[in-house]
């Protein structure tokens, strides 16, 4: 499994999922009971995650529809 968004916005998780889902990408949303344990107060981000096959994939749908994929910064 491979992290591809990673955010505090309750909008923006669905809306990935669904983009996802219509090009029949499995996704699974990691820390959603974190986030209720929380509070909702939107402190700790959900993460959307795809399987490392379909990850270019599904970076290329997110940007084509105004989505910023998250990133992992290599270390030196």
């Not at 491979?2 to 669904?18: F, G």
């Not at 820390?31 to 700790?44: A, F, H, Q, R, T």
């Not at 379909?54 to 030196?76: C, K, Q, S, T």
Request: a negative charge.
């Amino acid at each position: 499994m491979e992290e591809l968004l990673r955010t505090t916005d309750p909008t923006l998780v669905p809306y990935a999922q669904a983009l996802l889902d219509a090009e029949d990408i499995a996704c699974f949303i990691f820390d959603v009971n974190m986030s209720i344990l929380e509070g909702s107060l939107g402190i700790l981000p959900r993460r959307v995650m795809v399987l490392r096959r379909d990850l270019f994939r599904a970076r290329a749908i997110l940007r084509a529809n105004g989505v910023e994929p998250y990133e992992r910064e290599e270390w030196i």
